[in-house]
């Protein structure tokens, strides 16, 4: 049998260029196990992708701010911390980065994500004058600003109690910074070859591949270790 996934999406999921890769559609659907989507996008981003696998909308958004399993949606996140913590940073001469039609933002219900042009230091500057209530963490595609309390890893353990399942059964795919709270909890980890630092130091095993290419071999592996 094969494990069930807790599988990130941008960087492991996708080509070098950000496209979906092509193998997802072929992969996932048949995958004879729970999949998670564990994600820092907006929450309609991993249930659009989760529609068109044709799987049950198995969801951790926002980086652990939004779960979704069993029908039932949780708002886990404090949006007003994160928004307050951008509004200081825009007062003090910064810009988000993502110009007049933000749609990175615009689904988004409980953090905020700035472009990577954003002035990182003044970010971080601003965001630890807040308090400890908040975060940035660098996903190597945004600057999400965040809870403290909420992450992927603690979204996995909430859709895995509602499964039935233990977080140690999952299997994790990842390839950043906040994917380490999801290596923490799943039985197994995997980063792709393309993660930064911080996720590979976390990982129980580092990829030789990139991308896809990597997660591809990875259930390949599961699937033959499975039968």
């Known amino acids: 049998m094969v494990p069930p996934?807790?599988?990130?999406?941008?960087?492991?999921?996708?080509?070098?260029?950000?496209?979906?890769?092509?193998?997802?559609?072929?992969?996932?659907?048949?995958?004879?196990a729970p999949v998670v989507l564990a994600t820092g996008k907006a929450f309609p981003y991993p249930v659009a992708l989760a529609h068109f696998l044709g799987r049950a909308e198995t969801v951790v958004a926002e980086n652990g701010g939004v779960v979704h399993v069993g029908g039932e949606t949780a708002v886990l996140g404090d949006p007003e911390a994160p928004r307050a913590v951008v509004e200081a940073f825009r007062e003090r001469g910064g810009d988000p980065g993502w110009g007049a039609g933000d749609t990175v933002n615009r689904w988004r219900e409980t953090e905020v994500a700035l472009s990577l042009d954003a002035d990182e230091a003044l970010l971080r500057e601003v965001a630890a004058a807040a308090g400890g209530d908040v975060e940035v963490v660098d996903t190597g595609y945004a600057y999400h600003v965040k809870s403290t309390g909420v992450s992927k890893g603690r979204g996995l353990e909430r859709v895995a109690g509602a499964l039935g399942r233990a977080p140690d059964e999952f299997v994790a795919i990842g390839d950043s910074e906040n994917d380490v709270s999801t290596f923490a909890v799943a039985g197994?980890?995997?980063?792709?070859?393309?993660?930064?630092?911080?996720?590979?130091?976390?990982?129980?095993?580092?990829?030789?591949?990139?991308?896809?290419?990597?997660?591809?071999?990875?259930?390949?592996d599961l699937r033959e270790r499975g039968e």
């Open 5 to 32: 996934l807790a599988l990130d999406i941008d960087g492991t999921l996708t080509t070098a260029s950000g496209r979906i890769d092509p193998r997802v559609l072929e992969l996932l659907p048949e995958w004879d």
């Open 188 to 220: 197994e980890s995997y980063a792709v070859a393309n993660a930064d630092d911080a996720a590979r130091a976390a990982a129980d095993v580092v990829v030789a591949d990139s991308y896809m290419d990597a997660t591809a071999g990875v259930l390949a």
